[in-house]
């Protein structure tokens, strides 16, 4: 019913900026409930690391505080992750999540972020 895709993923310097950028197709992005970003890195488990309610409620990791920010545009369809002050142990694969109901929980593809030192 719905499908993600993520874009914005790449390789930049410790200390640069990326925005990674997740479109819904298919389901306006209105009616849903909770929006986040994960990252996985090799190895690791995946973790959270910043979410967005319909309502406007953030969190991010305690990792990423200050640095990162969440956002949606619902007339777009999009949530976005804006990273500034990029580190290396931020070099990970970040997917989107979207939930709707329990039964309407959706993942797009990944974009790798690298960041070198």
């Known amino acids: 019913q719905v499908q993600l895709g993520e874009s914005g993923g790449g390789s930049v310097q410790t200390g640069g900026s990326l925005k990674l950028s997740c479109t819904a197709f298919?389901?306006?992005?209105?009616?849903?409930?909770?929006m986040g970003w994960y990252r996985q890195a090799p190895g690791k488990q995946r973790e959270l690391v910043a979410q967005?309610?319909?309502?406007?409620?953030?969190n991010y990791a305690d990792s990423v505080k200050g640095r990162f920010t969440i956002s949606r545009d619902n007339a777009k369809n999009a949530a976005y992750l804006q990273m500034n002050s990029l580190k290396p142990e931020d070099t990970a694969v970040y997917y989107c999540?979207?939930?709707?109901?329990?039964?309407?929980?959706?993942w797009g593809q990944g974009t790798q972020v690298t960041v070198s030192s």
């Open positions: 967005v309610t319909s309502a406007g409620l953030t």
């Open positions: 298919g389901r306006s992005i209105f009616s849903g409930n909770f």
């Open positions: 999540r979207l939930i709707i109901t329990f039964r309407e929980d959706y």
